[in-house]
């Protein structure tokens, strides 16, 4: 999984039918030190995460293997909202 | 899931026959500020897509969870159009 | 799926029995401008291509999606031949 | 699959529940020669790894393929702790 | 699929069970002009490949495609040795 904030939403009335309800949102990747580094994805949110929320992505298949994603055209789900994570043993951040 | 916008189409007769009848657009990726950045991707259209407009493709095997993808090869779909985003609580893009 | 274009092949007597009989083709990656871009991959080919064609090039469990390639150890597959593409209106290449 | 070097962990109470009682590691990649290189990625631990330990990474549907990941939204998973490892047939670790 | 140079081996003696008796090959990532490029990936041996020789590795959930890594958590296979290749006509590499 790649960590990530999330910094936005996308808004797509216009799409494949099994992803009606779904919510898109708009995740830029932050890396171990806590930096977001330039890269951005669009993850379906399966845990109610809100914006400025730290969260876990799982891409791929994987994205798939939740309720709100199963069968779903996604490759891209947030799956966990972060609490804390340390490095080193020292804490990076904490929610 | 990626943003990109749709900026042509591939024509290609001769090809695995379970492809025939799909539409495949051209898409270059679009961050989250708006920008085109370098890479593009060829991705069969599954929501009727057209030419400049802005899009969310899937892809690996989440791109054959359509009706016009499953079961072939194709590892990048257009599954929805997108209408605005927005990043910070801005818009940052509205059709 | 990207774009390649095929510059050669690899042979490979002893392999994986299941892949007997398939042909790998060295596919150089080319751009959405015509352009060849740095990078290749080895793919099976499933359309009879032939050197110095453009194809399309499928990865990911999408490339066992053709009847040369099904439940084969193979992540990449030729499985369209491209005859034209165009860019903002403007045909970029022609068979 | 990827060598990297187990750095910290990432806590995550709200999640999809499937995920529950899963432990999330910080990895950061190691290089053949034992550098640890820029990336990193929070993979699930399968086989007890603990800080400073290098482990081998799968990522994909095969972060899937153990007890613990099994039909579960993960896309990076901890499958094996590295004892040694060489390269032209010099030791360039040994735990 | 890349093309690869086996250098060395990995050695792991914790691990998911399923894993038991594989070998982990350490693979530098070879270009069309047969240049060690900075990437490498640990791949499972499939084909009796040894140190030194150039081989084929397919990854992703094609990597559990062989008998060796069917329902394995394995992202990387060697699944063919390399006799040669070509480009534009010319030979490249000859085993």
Redesign the interface.
Known sequence: ???GKV??????????S??DGLR?M?V?HV??EGKESGG????VD???AG?GELV?V??????????A?D???????I???????????KE?YKK
Chains 1, 2, 3, 4, 5 share one sequence.
Do not use: Y
């Not at 951005?40 to 993850?43: E, F, I, T, Y």
């Not at 799956?79 to 043993?89: E, K, L, P, Q, T």
């Open positions: 999984m790649n960590m910094v936005g939403s996308v808004v797509a009335t216009r799409k494949e099994s992803l898109f708009l830029r890396d171990h951005s994805v669009v993850a399966a845990v109610g914006p876990l799982a891409t791929g298949s994987s994205a798939r293997q939740t309720l994603t069968k779903r055209p996604c490759d891209a789900v799956m966990a909202i972060v609490d804390s994570w340390d490095v080193d043993g990076k």
